[in-house]
T-cell receptor, first 114, second 111 residues
Framework: GDSVTQMEGPVTLSEEAFLTINCTYT??????LFWYVQYPGEGLQLLLK?????DKGSNKGFEATYRKETTSFHLEKGSVQVSDSAVYFC?????????????FGKGTHLIIQP | GAGVSQSPSNKVTEKGKDVELRCDPI?????LYWYRQSLGQGLEFLIY????????KSGLPSDRFSAERTGGSVSTLTIQRTQQEDSAVYLC?????????FGPGTRLTVT
């Protein structure tokens, strides 16, 4: 079946550092890929998405590129802030968000220190 | 506009009792999803509704779990004879067709 693998952390960085959170996937179809973020005490929020190979999703300074050849969707940000501290989840959908629901990675806890 | 709401936000129950969790989706969203978030299992997909029907219930963890949706809107997830392993955060999401928007979750603790 489908699966998503991501580094679990915690990942601790200093403010203004460069961030990469790795995400790789296995899927039977041609999935859509997502990054969700969960800030402390809040619900899951969609951060960015990509629906086909070589698509780049971006939002709030974060970027991720859909790499079919390496089955990866790594999350990057050039300069992190304390407010980026959160848990980040990589996810996929085989049906474009339909009947199969989303398959999530286990989440990466990111801690940004001032 | 209003997002997805869930109630209660926290529920503590004794082992063996039944619980009902409620989800109010974003108005007009035809699809509704339930997930479970636990320390050991991460985020698990439980069930999906398109309108009032759930085409596939195989993601529900056991036959103690059931879900329904009425009027294409509110959904309830019912857990009968709760067990300690049911302790988790239960998340609901709704979708107009592609992106899923999540509620804040219900934290269930079974003592």
């Amino acid at each position: 079946g489908d699966s998503v693998t991501q580094m679990e952390g915690p990942v601790t960085l200093s403010e203004e550092a460069f961030l990469t959170i790795n995400c790789t996937y296995t899927a039977t179809g041609y999935p859509s890929l997502f990054w969700y973020v969960q800030y402390p005490g809040e619900g899951l929020q969609l951060l960015l998405k990509a629906t086909k190979a070589d698509d780049k999703g971006s939002n709030k300074g974060f970027e991720a590129t859909y790499r079919k050849e390496t089955t990866s969707f790594h999350l990057e940000k050039g300069s992190v802030q304390v407010s980026d501290s959160a848990v980040y989840f990589c996810a996929l959908s085989d049906s474009g968000g339909g009947a199969d629901g989303l398959t999530f990675g286990k989440g990466t806890h990111l801690i940004i220190q001032p | 506009g209003a997002g997805v709401s869930q109630s209660p936000s926290n529920k503590v129950t004794e082992k063996g009792k039944d619980v009902e969790l409620r989800c109010d989706p974003i108005s007009g969203h035809t699809a509704l999803y339930w997930y479970r978030q636990s320390l050991g299992q991460g985020l698990e997909f439980l069930i999906y509704f398109q309108g009032n029907s759930a085409p596939d219930k195989s993601g529900l963890p056991s036959d103690r779990f059931s879900a329904e949706r009425t009027g294409g809107s509110v959904s309830t997830l019912t857990i009968q004879r709760t067990q300690q392993e049911d302790s988790a955060v239960y998340l609901c999401a709704s979708s107009p067709g592609f992106e899923q928007y999540f509620g804040p979750g219900t934290r269930l603790t079974v003592t």
